[in-house]
């Protein structure tokens, strides 16, 4: 009779660990494929995720000299991290996000990690920037390219605009620092209106 029991448990708690196995594989494979459709939209709009790596980050963080209370704009914000260190600072920080599942993974890190500032869903091209003191992007040239009359028209005098790998075209560089010498990709930009 305990030998059956012992066995009839035995089969439950397999059956336990195979539903398991079943549910984190169906998690996976919809967390796989959400993560596809979610590049090729943002690339569609024509900038990947791709999040600015530490050292970037934080060189950029450095450029930017953020003072408590400024506005910071980070144009294309990813999982937040600009938005999350300007929020640390100081700053009232915003994130504009166009790809809903990358929006919504900042959402979740930020109530995970309790961090302050406003992450939008939205397209950079709409959002007002004339009061930004402080406007982060990394952005792909083309998407720099079309901005650049946005920044012209918009942002006030004395803003600080921080690129990460890409320049702004025919703007005047006030400082810059590569934080990766070996690759093409993480120079950090700073300009000043
Ligand atoms: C290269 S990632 C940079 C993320 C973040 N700024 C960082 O430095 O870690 C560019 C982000 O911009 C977003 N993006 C691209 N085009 C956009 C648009 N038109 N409006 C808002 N976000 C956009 C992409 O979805 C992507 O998350």
Redesign the pocket.
């Known amino acids: 009779m305990a030998a059956k029991i012992f066995i009839l448990i035995l089969l439950i708690f397999q059956l336990l660990l195979l539903i398991l196995a079943a549910i984190a594989c169906f998690i996976t494979t919809i967390l796989g494929i959400l993560f596809i459709i979610?590049e090729m939209?943002?690339s569609l709009?024509?900038?990947?995720?791709?999040?600015?790596f530490k050292k970037?980050?934080d060189k950029?963080i450095e450029f930017s000299e953020i003072k408590p209370g400024e506005k910071v704009v980070?144009?294309?914000?990813?999982?937040?991290?600009?938005v999350f260190a300007a929020s640390d600072k100081g700053a009232n920080a915003i994130?504009?996000?166009?790809?809903i599942f990358?929006y919504w993974y900042a959402k979740i890190l930020q109530f995970v990690f309790k961090k302050k500032g406003k992450l939008i869903r939205?397209?950079?091209?709409?959002?007002d920037i004339r009061d930004a003191d402080v406007l982060?992007?990394?952005?792909?040239p083309r998407?720099l390219n079309k901005i650049d009359k946005k920044f012209k028209e918009e942002c006030k005098k004395g803003c600080r605009i921080i690129c990460?790998s890409f320049k702004l075209p025919g703007w005047e560089i006030e400082k810059s620092y590569d934080t990766n010498p070996s690759k093409r990709r993480g120079t950090i930009y700073k300009y000043i209106v």
């Not at 994130?95 to 790809?99: K, P, S």
């Open positions: 979610s939209y943002s709009h024509d900038a990947p995720f791709i999040p600015s970037a980050k950029m980070d144009l294309g914000c990813g999982d937040g991290r600009l994130g504009v996000e166009i790809t990358v939205g397209n950079l091209y709409d959002h982060f992007c990394y952005l792909m998407q990460n």
